[in-house]
T-cell receptor
Framework: DVKVTQSSRYLVKRTGEKVFLECVQD?????MFWYRQDPGLGLRLIYF???????EKGDIPEGYSVSREKKERFSLILESASTNQTSMYLC????????????FGPGTRLTVL | QKEVEQDPGPLSVPEGAIVSLNCTYS??????FMWYRQYSRKGPELLMY????GNKEDGRFTAQVDKSSKYISLFIRDSQPSDSATYLC?????????FGRGTSLIVHP
């Protein structure tokens, strides 16, 4: 059974803290993605990675950075958390082919106080 | 300009109804069309996909693509309360999928 796991389901942090969200996939996928999902705004792409140590900005990269040191792991970093980063964060992975179904993790609900 | 437009709903129907969910897209280069389903408090999961134009059927679900009008539809026959979810139609013409807001569907007994 294919799997994308995220380190936490729920996380509460304070403004200004550095926050790490971890994502691991066990399918040997080349692509990995970080999205955030907000009511009325849908899923928005923050960053994606198509290979180890490679990354590309998505639609809303400001305030975030990412790290991909190993193929199976993709980390999202909030350098200095702010209240407007309170959201549901979803990680996904896919193969690098034309028909590249994305597999999503369960999500991390982050609250920044 | 948004590449994907989808009515967010919510769409509320009685059990057993035929449901029609729709998306419009702007980029004529798109080739693959997928529907994802997202239950509350879970990540999206692939429901169906089609390539180019035409229909594809899977049980109670039918995906339809009309490339001439840049319109994609998902039909659900004999809808069930378990179909209550948000339905997303990302676009796969580009390497990086773009998602709309999804349509929230509520099927009440």
């Amino acid at each position: 059974d294919v799997k994308v796991t995220q380190s936490s389901r729920y996380l509460v942090k304070r403004t200004g803290e550095k926050v790490f969200l971890e994502c691991v996939q066990d399918m040997d996928h080349e692509n990995m993605f970080w999205y955030r999902q907000d009511p009325g705004l849908g899923l928005r792409l923050i960053y994606f990675s198509y290979d180890v140590k490679m990354k590309e900005k998505g639609d809303i990269p400001e305030g975030y950075s990412v790290s991909r040191e190993k193929k199976e792991r993709f980390s999202l970093i909030l350098e200095s958390a702010s209240t407007n980063q309170t959201s549901m964060y979803l990680c996904a992975s896919s193969r690098q082919v034309s028909y590249n179904e994305q597999f999503f993790g369960p999500g991390t609900r982050l609250t920044v106080l | 300009q948004k590449e994907v437009e989808q009515d967010p709903g919510p769409l509320s129907v009685p059990e057993g109804a035929i449901v029609s969910l729709n998306c419009t897209y702007s980029n004529s280069a798109f080739q693959y069309f997928m529907w994802y389903r997202q239950y509350s408090r879970k990540g999206p999961e692939l429901l169906m996909y089609t390539y180019s134009s035409g229909n594809k059927e899977d049980g109670r679900f039918t995906a339809q693509v009309d490339k001439s009008s840049k319109y994609i539809s998902l039909f659900i026959r004999d809808s069930q309360p378990s179909d209550s979810a948000t339905y997303l139609c990302p676009h796969r013409g580009s390497y990086i999928p773009t998602f709309g807001r999804g349509t929230s569907l509520i099927v009440h007994p």
